[in-house]
């Protein structure tokens, strides 16, 4: 059976249980990359991640390295003054658990910076549905970028009118968000339409832009 997948884009916020987190937030300056990535052990599950830091002296991070809870172990792979690669085992029950249980995909590589990474990410809508799910779940927040192969440029070539007006002030009043700074009850009361109305209206504008035309 041959399923519809389909692309999105997130900003997806670090938690500081994870190092990457917090370090990429204590160490702004400097540019963390994650080049790879597989799970090793399902329990606890560990995934096993080639890094790249560079900016000057990225040795100074390695102190942190070596007493963050989330980090099992690393080796360092490559180092010089202002570049190290280091293959790292991660007690991950944050981001890369969920990408595995839901199917994810992610575009290689991707950076982060701030704690906050943005990823390109493929699957079926019901799977990214899930994703975002779980990081909700666990509280780790996330921001829309795109949804489907549409940016916000062309939104309004794809949506009506009303569809794009509905979609812009759901975005803006935080609907899309992870967590959600108002909810759809909330949401259809400042927009002065019924709730049910509201849920159908944004699910034809998803099923649309995420290549669904049911």
């Known amino acids: ?3 519809s997948s389909t692309t999105s884009k997130l900003l997806i916020t670090f938690p500081n249980k ?5 370090l990429s937030r204590e160490f702004p ?5 994650i080049k790879a990535f ?3 052990s399902h329990d606890p599950f560990i995934g096993n991640s080639l890094i790249t830091i560079t900016g000057h002296n990225p040795s100074q991070i390695l102190p942190k390295l070596d007493t963050h809870p989330s980090l099992v172990k690393y080796s360092i792979m490559e180092q010089n003054e202002s570049f190290i690669s280091i293959n790292t085992q991660t007690n991950d029950q944050f981001l890369l658990m969920s990408i595995v249980k839901n199917l994810i995909l992610v ?5 982060i910076a701030n704690g906050i990474a943005e990823f390109i990410i493929s699957s079926t809508r019901e799977n990214i549905d899930k994703f975002i799910d779980d990081l909700t779940s666990k509280g780790i927040s996330v921001e829309i970028k795109s949804i489907g192969h549409f940016s916000e440029d062309l939104l309004k070539e794809e949506l009506t009118s ?3 007006f509905i979609f812009q002030e759901a975005k803006k009043a935080g609907y899309y968000e992870v967590p959600r700074k108002i909810t759809l009850t909330d949401l259809a009361q400042n927009l002065d339409i019924a709730k049910s109305s509201l849920s159908s209206m944004l699910q034809r504008i998803h099923n649309k832009l995420l290549g669904y035309n049911g």
Do not use: C, N, S
């Open 1 to 3: 059976m041959v399923g």
């Open 18 to 22: 994870l190092w990457l987190g917090e």
């Open 29 to 33: 300056y400097f540019q963390f990359e």
């Open 38 to 40: 597989v799970p090793i």
């Open 107 to 111: 575009q290689l590589p991707f950076k």
């Open 162 to 164: 009303r569809q794009f």
